[in-house]
């Protein structure tokens, strides 16, 4: 059984492509312990009904996902591990950088990998799961019982017919991701626009290079390559191009009322500039604006 924390809309992606029978939702502290059916919409073909069970008090996981908000994910880990055998490697879906490390420092002695995924999902409704688009799946270990592991969670997470790759350095692909967000989601929190919409807008325009010389910096003082402002910020604008027409999850989480994700991803570039003694402007400001969109 492969249990999977976080039932929400890349939870329900993998939980639905798993073959049948083979994926269970771990319950919440005090939630029912019904299963959770939903609508799946695939890429390609007709959408279909999946009913995932809850895992049972009973049942130990040959693999955890964790596909919880970077915010919750702490909170989450400490109520479900208790119950989950101490070997069971642990992988870990959250975007930004800041909460992978925090629960490898909590927990160094288990199996803990992290995933950098470009698959797009979305929940237009909260029993509908969409596969917005076919992308691909970066695992690797965070702490050292997790190498070894990394082969047959590889092999695992293939059952779900998604693609996936072994990285034997997460960390670089979880800079690339964290550029992409740190570029396009909080303009479109700020702006409330899909993605497209923020390439025109004066704001973007504004800010994008001094935000990109700033992350350039911070990569370079974090001992990642050191890659030109100018690529960087290339590298958002064909994001933001190639999924023009998306919400950012940043984007839906203040439409949807949820706190976003902003202190991993601009807020946590604003403390590692803290602790490097870079100065980063744009990252704060961007920061507390979309802080204030929660208010
Ligand atoms: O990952 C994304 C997100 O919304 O968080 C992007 C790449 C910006 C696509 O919407």
Same mark, same amino acid.
């Given at each position: 059984m492969i249990a999977i924390l976080g039932a929400g809309s890349l939870g329900r992606l993998w939980a639905a492509s798993l073959p049948p029978g083979r994926a269970a939702f771990v319950p919440r502290p005090g939630a029912s312990s019904d299963s959770i059916p939903y609508q799946f919409h695939p890429v390609s073909g007709e959408a279909f009904s999946v009913d995932i069970p809850q895992l049972g008090s009973d049942e130990t996981p040959e693999l955890l996902l964790v596909t919880t908000k970077a915010g919750d994910t702490l909170d989450a880990l400490h109520s479900a591990l208790p119950n989950i055998p101490a070997n069971t490697p642990v992988v870990l879906f959250q975007n930004g950088l800041g909460s992978q490390q925090q629960v490898a420092d909590t927990w160094p002695g288990r199996p803990i990998l992290a995933a950098s995924t470009t698959e797009g999902a979305n929940r237009p409704a909260p029993d509908v799961a969409v596969h917005a688009g076919k992308g691909a799946t970066w695992v690797g270990a965070l702490t050292r019982t997790a190498e070894s592991r990394l082969p047959s969670v590889v092999d695992q997470l293939s059952e779900s017919g998604l693609t996936v790759h072994a990285e034997t350095d997460i960390l670089p692909r979880l800079w690339q991701k964290l550029v992409i967000n740190a570029g396009i989601n909080p303009f479109t929190a700020l &702006?409330?626009?899909?993605?497209?919409?923020? &390439?025109?807008a004066p704001l973007f325009r504004q800010w994008i290079t001094p935000l990109c010389e700033e992350i350039a910096s911070l990569m370079a003082g974090a001992g990642q390559d050191r890659i030109p402002p100018d690529e960087l910020r290339g590298n958002i604008e064909t994001v933001a191009r190639s999924t023009a027409t998306n919400t950012s999850s940043m984007r839906a989480d203040i439409l949807a009322g949820r706190r976003t994700e902003i202190e991993y991803i601009n807020g946590y570039l604003v403390r590692l500039g803290d602790t490097l003694d870079i100065a980063t402007p744009v990252n704060r400001m961007l920061t507390e604006r979309v802080q204030l969109l929660n208010h």
């Open positions: &702006l409330d626009c899909p993605n497209g919409e923020i &390439l025109e």
